[in-house]
């Protein structure tokens, strides 16, 4: 992560895998279930998605999110940036 997004916006992973978040500069980022669309954050958590409830990660710092048990689609934002959101898609 950078100061306002992920430096990818998806990746893929396998059943039972976590992934972890590293940020890059000092600028703190919260995480969590859910997206940004058109400016607007919206809280939401798929069925089969790991429970990531505002998640901090520090500046120069790291974190790990999952396992992801379930295949499938999952998103995550920061609750601080707008626009900044991941795609996690487990196979
Ligand atoms: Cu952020």
Do not use: R
Not at 14 to 39: Q, R, Y
């Amino acid at each position: 992560m950078n100061d306002t997004q992920f430096v990818q916006s998806s990746i893929t992973i396998h059943k039972g895998e976590s992934i972890t978040l590293v940020s890059t500069t000092f600028t703190p980022h919260i995480i969590a279930n859910g997206t940004w669309d058109n400016g607007q954050a919206k809280a939401a958590k798929e069925s089969g998605a790991p429970e990531v409830k505002s998640v901090q990660i520090n500046g120069n710092s790291s974190g790990s999110i999952g396992p992801f048990t379930t295949a499938g689609t999952f998103k995550l934002y920061c609750t601080i940036h707008s626009g900044m959101n991941l795609t996690v898609i487990v196979q």
